[in-house]
């Protein structure tokens, strides 16, 4: 059985490409043979409701991996992007996949 990669965007920065970006998101997954489940989207900036989602369902899933079109999409400066990356790592053992877009 595949392991599961989850996707996570934040919709302000798709600037109406979501189905493109989630598309690219898909395709890496599958490059990498993982098995692509659904992706979480941040609809207002800063909320953080979305990624809180994500890692619940990660621990719950026991999976242990993320893509992101951008590492924008964690966070626009570098501290707290490291801290979200940190936070996926030590609640779920998740490994953060990027996409450039």
């Known amino acids: ?22 598309d690219a998101m898909c395709d890496l997954a ?3 043979g993982l098995c692509f489940a659904v ?23 026991e999976a242990h991996h993320v893509v992101v079109p951008s590492l924008e999409h964690l966070a626009g400066q570098t501290i707290p992007r490291d801290l979200l990356i940190a936070k996926l790592a030590q609640e779920a053992a998740a490994q953060v996949w990027t996409v450039q877009c």
């Open 39 to 61: 992706t979480f989207h941040e609809s207002e900036p800063g909320d953080g409701t979305a990624f809180a989602e994500l890692t619940a369902e990660l621990k719950r899933a």
């Open 1 to 22: 059985m595949e392991a599961l990669i989850y996707g996570y965007l934040r919709d302000d920065l798709a600037e109406g490409r979501l189905g493109e970006l989630e």
């Open 30 to 32: 599958r490059a990498a």
